[in-house]
């Protein structure tokens, strides 16, 4: 049974920005002020959300919650763009009764075009008649693009004879290769927490999970993980034994959530787990594992399930990482194909089938005898994706 934390109403409903016949605007409020963390993209081309959510929070870290629009993103569109988001924000808190700085926005869609204001004039005028008939799932719906299921993960810890809850959603299945967080993604808690340290928790937390995540190789304008904690269980999280707790329900909530990112990668049918170990460096094993991760060649014969190991090392070759290719070592699961720089002998496409017919695949590369290590998943590479990335602004 879904879980939600204390002190938080949801709305999502139809303002008809790029999709009809669905909804495509949510809001996460919290009933009272809550500490805000955020991480965002990395991409010099920063959406007009992002800029002004970075604002806000520059600002303050408490605030009441966020609203999001999907089918357009709001980036690339210049001043204008700013314009039109802090008047989304204006017009939003005027019908909730909120001050405008006590909400972060964020947007999801096709890159350029500027909101019709018209329509959210519209639409913030209906916002607090849909939180009435409205729930997280409804706003997780909400904010879906090329998704194809709408992704929630929750989850709970007692404190002191309390309990604590959190809930995260998000949204993304294309346009995915994390350098901060991805997509977007938002995180509700009910315990009350130091500022500083949410802020790192939820880093460290990103870098564990929506980091080690690509389906394509590409980082978004708008990529951002919110996460609120508003304190209304009524516990401290005051001692490291709480702190720790309540960091370990986060990370599992966003590694679940990152999951589903590659689950629901856009015409993906696989997850390629890689593990690389040995490295000289993380930083290292991080090149091979992107260069695998991300490279074309390696998808497009996970989606054929061949277990194309020559692919693999190629890629690990040309990475950039240094090492020496005469220790390499690769298996897919727990059976070698390539040790010490040269292929096993066998007939391992017979041994590999069944491994490869999974929709899980676990690809090990291990490098040597170096302490550097790096995990990433990554998604398969089908005609579903170019049909849709064809296709995606009609």
């Not at 009809?20 to 805000?36: H, K």
């Not at 346009?175 to 009910?190: K, Y």
């Amino acid at each position: 049974m879904l879980q939600t934390p204390k002190g938080y109403i949801f709305a999502a409903l139809e303002a008809g920005f790029k999709y009809s016949g669905r909804n495509d605007l949510a809001l996460i409020l919290s009933e009272v002020p809550a500490i805000a963390a955020a991480v965002f993209t990395t991409n010099k081309f920063q959406a007009a959300p992002v800029t002004v959510g970075k604002e806000i929070l520059a600002e303050s870290q408490q605030v009441r919650g966020a609203i999001i629009n999907a089918g357009l993103a709001n980036a690339c569109t210049g001043e204008e763009g700013l314009a039109d988001c802090r008047e989304s924000l204006i017009l939003a808190a005027k019908y909730l009764g909120i001050n405008d700085r006590d909400l972060l926005p964020a947007s999801t869609g096709v890159i350029g075009p500027r909101f019709n204001m018209d329509k959210w004039r519209e639409a913030a005028s209906k916002l607090k008649t849909a939180i009435a008939d409205s729930d997280p799932v409804k706003a997780a719906k909400a904010i879906m693009t090329t998704d194809k299921f709408p992704k929630l993960a929750w989850g709970e810890i007692e404190c002191d004879g309390n309990p604590v809850r959190m809930l995260g959603m998000c949204k993304g299945a294309g346009m995915i290769s994390p350098d901060m967080a991805t997509l977007l993604g938002f995180v509700t808690c009910d315990a009350e927490v130091d500022p500083d340290w949410w802020q790192e928790a939820l880093r460290r937390c990103i870098d564990k999970s929506f980091n080690c995540i690509t389906v394509d190789g590409d980082t978004s304008t708008n990529d951002t993980i919110m996460a609120f904690a508003n304190g209304a269980a009524g516990v401290k999280t005051d001692t490291t034994e709480k702190k720790e707790a309540l960091e370990a329900l986060l990370l599992n909530i966003c590694q679940e959530l990152s999951y589903m990112i590659v689950q629901d990668a856009e015409g993906g049918t696989k997850i390629m787990h890689i593990n690389v170990s040995g490295a000289a460096s993380n930083q290292d094993a991080e090149l091979i594992a992107r260069a695998v991760g991300n490279s074309p060649l390696v998808k497009t014969a996970l989606f054929g399930e061949d277990p194309n190991w020559g692919r693999i090392v190629a890629a690990a070759g040309r990475s950039g990482a240094e090492f020496n290719p005469a220790t390499l070592t690769l298996s897919f699961g727990k059976i070698v194909v390539f040790e010490k720089g040269k292929p096993v002998e066998g007939d391992m496409d017979a041994l590999l089938e069944p491994i490869m017919r999974k929709q899980d695949i676990l690809v090990n590369i291990n490098l040597g005898d170096g302490n550097g290590s790096s995990f990433l998943q990554a998604s398969d590479l089908s005609h579903e994706y170019v049909n849709i990335n064809a296709d995606y602004r009609s």
